[in-house]
């Protein structure tokens, strides 16, 4: 199957700090990608779709302007979550598909804001 | 709005039969998806349904009745290893691979 890389997998970064995540896709071109966050022993939830090229677009309640997503290239799509919280502390993960049958996740970052 | 519901926890012991239910009300459907996570780690791919019936792979088989927005995950011969958690996620649009997860449904075998 398709393979897609994040990193990094683990994070620990200061309150005020910002964070930058990355997505690649290794040998397919994604032009979508999505980002997930989930809280422990919590489902995923859907933070937004990155669509190269253009802007991303943010589910309900997600704060664009905190979680910066670009997607400069067909296989990367980055998250920097900025001026970060203990709040924001959760486990961030993306996905890209290139058919509708199964979408490819990352690993996963594990973020902690002390 | 869209929904899905999974039972919260389950508990099987090894070598059983286990059932695990996903029930979803969605804008639109385009194939529901079952997903494995063990924790803290990323999910990973375990079936997709787009069409009514039974798909069958391994120890692991998933249905899907469309009239009813229902689906269940059948695992057999259960081993330790498969405790972990089941997520059942719909792809509600045909234009989109946006995919809406479950809660999720934590197993637990037992020996």
């Known amino acids: 199957g398709a393979v897609v890389s994040q990193h990094p997998s683990r994070v620990i970064c200061k309150s005020g700090t910002s964070v930058k995540i990355e997505c690649r896709s290794l040998d397919f071109q994604a032009t979508t990608m999505f980002w997930y966050r989930q809280f422990p022993k919590q489902s995923l939830m859907l933070m937004a779709t990155s669509n190269e090229g253009s802007k991303a677009t943010y589910e309900q309640g997600v704060e664009k302007d905190k979680f910066l997503i670009n997607h400069a290239s067909l296989t990367l799509s980055t998250l920097t979550v900025t001026s970060a919280h203990p709040e924001d502390s959760s486990f961030y993960i993306c996905?890209?598909?290139?058919?509708?049958?199964?979408?490819?996740f990352g690993q996963g970052t594990r973020l902690t804001v002390v | 709005g869209q929904n899905i519901d999974q039972p919260t926890e389950m508990t099987a012991t090894e070598g059983a039969i286990v059932q695990i239910n996903c029930t979803y009300q969605?804008?639109?459907?385009?194939?529901l998806f079952w997903y494995q996570q063990h924790a803290g780690e990323a999910p990973t791919f375990l079936s997709y349904n787009v069409l009514d019936g039974l798909e069958e792979k391994g120890r692991f088989s998933s249905f899907l009745s469309r009239s009813k927005g229902y689906s269940y995950l059948l695992l057999k011969e259960l081993q330790m290893k498969d405790s972990a958690s089941y997520l059942c996620a719909v792809r509600p649009s045909d234009s989109s691979y946006k995919l809406i997860f479950g809660s999720g449904t934590r197993l637990l075998v037992r020996p």
């Open positions: 996905s890209a598909s290139w058919t509708g049958d199964e979408a490819f």
């Open positions: 969605t804008s639109g459907f385009n194939g």
